[in-house]
């Protein structure tokens, strides 16, 4: 027998002819897939949603999910309102991340960090007068242009070299009542005997040299007038009637004294004004509001510039020059 006889006789037969693959490419491989599926219906399917995947306790601290679960966060949404306070999210195992709100909670927590009291000049604390603070808050630095009131808070700063603002503040209906609600013209003509008289509970009201001097400085009072005007057209002649503006931020660094209320000062006793020393004068000047000493983190401060028509702020070299102007002005005078 020969060699090709031998092979074609080894050979078995093919059972099935192979299956080729057309031009549909591996839609066969696809089409024999989806067939198996059909046919062995209970299989577990991969799970479209990576949400499902997350255990409840992650679901419960307001775990963060992708983008593409939108259908789990609408599900969750009355969950999320309920857990925003807490303030911290995790994001896919990177770590916590705040959770800044909006809306209606946004608002909320803004006013609830600006509610508390408002920041004061750092004189005025907790334990303050009362009728201190009130003073603070409504009337010291102030601007003052009326006649009456002008002198008045002179007496007052006068009285500082025996009393406390809050102790004057007490007796402010007093002071009011003994003075004649601090009418000029009725003080100069206060006798030796209404002079001795103005005590409380039989203690002087000031000691015998002020008392006087609020007399003495009331006669003086008429006589500017007559040649200002108005005390007030003197007052605030010295400032070019602009209330100087500083801009202290510390307690420390508001003076006692400055060159113009020295010069201020110096006018008042060449008129024949008593007891108005620069350090009297520049408490006058505080309380009536020629200058503002309100710090700069205290909330009156910018209430007190506001109270002016037009916004002058001059610079400190820009009130240096003024000072050395008046100065020289009263130098020559002399």
Not at 175 to 185: H, Q
Not at 210 to 234: D, H, I, P, T
Not at 267 to 280: A, E, H, I, N, Y
Not at 288 to 297: K, W
Request: with cysteine.
């Amino acid at each position: 027998m020969s060699v090709a006889t031998k092979l074609q006789l080894s050979a078995k037969p093919v059972s099935e002819p192979r299956a080729i693959l057309g031009l549909a490419g591996n839609r066969l491989r696809v089409s024999e897939e989806l067939k198996r599926k059909a046919e062995n219906p209970k299989r577990p399917q991969r799970q479209r949603n990576r949400a499902s995947e997350i255990p409840e306790p992650a679901v419960r601290n307001n775990t963060s999910v992708d983008s593409s679960c939108s259908s789990d966060s609408s599900s969750s949404g009355s969950l999320a309102k309920k857990t925003v306070n807490s303030r911290t999210v995790r994001r896919n195992g990177l770590g916590p991340a705040k959770v800044v709100p909006d809306g209606a909670e946004a608002v909320a927590l803004s006013s609830t960090k600006i509610s508390g009291p408002p920041k004061r000049c750092d004189w005025i604390t907790a334990h303050s007068d009362p009728s201190y603070t009130i003073f603070h808050d409504e009337e010291w630095g102030v601007p003052v242009y009326e006649d009456r009131k002008l002198f008045e808070l002179l007496v007052f700063s006068q009285a500082l070299a025996e009393l406390s603002w809050p102790a004057i503040l007490n007796k402010r209906d007093i002071f009011r009542k003994l003075f004649d609600s601090f009418e000029p013209s009725s003080i100069a003509r206060f006798t030796e005997k209404k002079l001795m008289s103005l005590k409380v509970n039989g203690i002087p009201l000031l000691s015998e040299p002020k008392l006087r001097a609020v007399v003495e400085n009331a006669k003086q009072v008429l006589k500017v007038q007559q040649e200002f005007g108005s005390l007030s057209n003197y007052c605030w002649s010295f400032v070019n009637h602009k209330p100087i503006r500083n801009g202290f931020r510390y307690a420390r660094q508001v003076p006692a004294k400055t060159p113009k209320a020295e010069l201020i000062s110096k006018d008042l006793m060449q008129r024949g004004f008593r007891c108005v020393g620069p350090t009297v004068v520049y408490s006058f000047m505080q309380v009536a509001g020629i200058v503002n000493d309100h710090l700069l983190t205290c909330f009156r401060h910018h209430e007190c510039n506001s109270n002016m028509k037009k916004d002058l702020n001059p610079k400190i070299e820009e009130t240096r020059e003024i000072n050395e102007a008046m100065e020289n002005t009263c130098l020559s005078r002399e």
